[in-house]
């Protein structure tokens, strides 16, 4: 069942956006090569709590983690560790979810880390991009599979691959909620967007092929083939105007 969020309740689920948005922002600020995943880890973990708010991701499903923090071809729900170093050259996906007076936020944003290869580059700006090529296509009536369709066609003439493997969700009272918000679809196709839903949007991009592994540690995705991925998302409520982007500091 897909919930429908009142004025009011948008104005509390904008604050814990916010807050998700804020610790986004500082993991970006602080990322430096020779730091581990764990120290960026601990960073976001004392951001979010400083303002009031707890880590959506921690003991969820029983992840150990504040964040997920993915390195290169990790593509997404990398664990934070000590062992796992930031170097110059890697792209580092942070994913971050802050939960506050009863609502979620959640966002990622992959990050360069110093000078970084045309490849990588050329990988996060199409993928950054097609998030933005989703959200335009959000406005009541809309159908899901428009939104859909907007990261598959923007990304394929591109040459890169939508991981299918995972997608985006509805987002509020709980971290997960319908509806399923898949990166690939066919416009005109799917439920009706509605005035009150609010949806994370999260493009997962691989550089080639589309398949992702599961590691050892039954968390951390990997591609198969071993090239680079990206990941950026938003929450967005839908309104009569069209998309509000509520992550933001």
């Not at 369709?149 to 990304?155: E, G, L, M, P, R």
């Amino acid at each position: 069942m897909i919930e429908l969020k009142t004025a009011k309740e948008l104005e509390r689920m904008a604050e814990a956006c916010r807050i998700s948005a804020l610790a986004l922002k500082v993991a970006g600020e602080s990322i430096a090569p020779g730091m581990s995943t764990k120290e960026l880890d601990t960073i976001i973990h004392k951001e979010i709590c400083s303002c009031g708010a707890k880590p959506s991701f921690l003991g969820y499903g029983g992840f150990p983690g504040s964040a997920c923090i993915s390195i290169n071809d990790v593509v997404i729900h990398g664990i934070p560790s000590h062992q796992i170093l930031i170097h110059e050259g890697d792209i580092v996906s942070v994913d971050v979810g802050a939960y506050y007076d009863g609502f979620h936020g959640d966002n990622a944003y992959t990050f360069a880390v110093g000078e970084v290869s045309a490849e990588a580059k050329a990988l996060l700006d199409a993928t950054n991009e097609s998030l933005y090529e989703a959200i335009k296509a959000v406005k009541p009536g809309a159908r899901l599979g428009d939104v859909s369709h907007a990261v598959q066609s923007y990304i394929e003439k591109r040459g890169y691959a939508i991981v299918r493997k995972y997608v985006g969700h509805g987002v509020g009272r709980n971290l997960h909620e319908s509806p399923d918000v898949p990166n690939y679809g066919t416009a005109g196709h799917g439920i009706r967007l509605a005035a009150g839903m609010t949806l994370a949007i999260e493009p997962m991009v691989n550089a080639k092929g589309e398949d992702v592994k599961v590691m050892k540690d039954g968390w951390t995705g990997k591609t198969v083939s071993g090239s680079l991925s990206a990941h950026f998302e938003h929450t967005i409520a839908v309104t009569e105007q069209g998309a509000k982007i509520l992550t933001i500091a």
